[in-house]
């Protein structure tokens, strides 16, 4: 299993109601996009969060964020929630919303 198809059906759900939602295959998981922008995605059982490079650092702040790097690069506007930090719908919802206010800051593609 590439991704948490448990995962996939929670975001799937919290982000119901967004205009312009579609999913793609990245990462070696799967990313939710909004109007051609990523906004989140899951990679095995943690959930990428796009947050944007202002609000990176904080985001890094919280102890279940780690940094995005399975490449051997940091990727500075995404970081890796880990299980706990979306094991409660809050804790997810409070994450998605940090990457639908990003990828809504962008033009559409």
């Not at 940091?74 to 919802?93: F, H």
């Amino acid at each position: 299993m590439a991704y948490d198809e448990t995962l996939a059906h929670r975001v799937r759900e919290a982000l119901a109601g967004q205009s312009g939602l579609t999913e793609r295959k990245m990462f070696g998981g799967i990313a939710f996009m909004l109007s051609g922008n990523m906004c989140c995605g899951i990679l095995k059982d943690g959930l990428l969060v796009r947050v944007g490079p202002e609000k990176y650092d904080a985001a890094l702040a919280n102890p279940q964020a780690h940094i995005m790097d399975f490449t051997g690069r940091p990727m500075k506007n995404i970081v890796l929630i880990d299980s706990e930090g979306v094991s409660t719908d809050e804790g997810l919802n409070a994450w998605l919303r940090q990457g639908v206010d990003f990828a809504a800051s962008l033009p559409a593609k």
